[in-house]
C-alpha cells in the first residue's frame, strides 16, 4: 500500500508563485515516474507533469516555461513549481506515483497512487 501526501496549495494572486510538494511512503519497491494532474470544477483530470527515473521531464503545453517539475534526494519526493499563476491554473492538484519508471507507460488518471488533492486558487 502507497500513500501520497501533497502540501503547499493555498490562495496566491496572478502573477503569484506556488511550490507543491508530495511525499510516497508505504510499499515501493521499485523507483517510478512521479507527477501531477490537476483537476478543475467541471473539467477532466489533465496532466500537468511528470518526471521519470532518469530524471527526464514531461509537461503539457500550457505548462511549459511556467511549471518545474523536480525530484526530491529521497526518490520518493516530487515537486512542482508553480510561477505566473493564472486564474486558468486554478484546480486541485494531485501527486501521483506511476506504475513504472517512464511517464509513458502506465503512468496516468488509470494507474498507479494517488494522493488526496490539494487545492490550488488563484484569485484577486
Known amino acids: 500500500q502507497v500513500q501520497l501526501v501533497e502540501s503547499g496549495g493555498g490562495l496566491v494572486q496572478p502573477g503569484g508563485s506556488l511550490r507543491l510538494s508530495c511525499a510516497a511512503s508505504?510499499?515501493?519497491?521499485?523507483?517510478?515516474?512521479m507527477g501531477w494532474y490537476r483537476q478543475a470544477p467541471g473539467k477532466q483530470r489533465e496532466l500537468v507533469a511528470c518526471?521519470?527515473?532518469?530524471?527526464?521531464?514531461n509537461y503539457a503545453d500550457s505548462m511549459k516555461g511556467r511549471f518545474t517539475i523536480s525530484r526530491g534526494n529521497a526518490k520518493n519526493t516530487v515537486f512542482l513549481r508553480m510561477n505566473s499563476l493564472k486564474p486558468e491554473d486554478t484546480a486541485v492538484y494531485y501527486c501521483?506515483?506511476?506504475?513504472?519508471?517512464?511517464?509513458?507507460?502506465?503512468?496516468?488518471?488509470?494507474?498507479?497512487?494517488w494522493g488526496q488533492g490539494t487545492q490550488v486558487t488563484v484569485s484577486s
Open positions: 501521483t506515483l506511476g506504475d513504472s519508471g517512464n511517464c509513458y507507460y502506465r503512468f496516468g488518471p488509470e494507474f498507479g497512487s
Open positions: 508505504g510499499s515501493i519497491f521499485n523507483a517510478n515516474a
Open positions: 518526471i521519470d527515473t532518469g530524471g527526464s521531464t
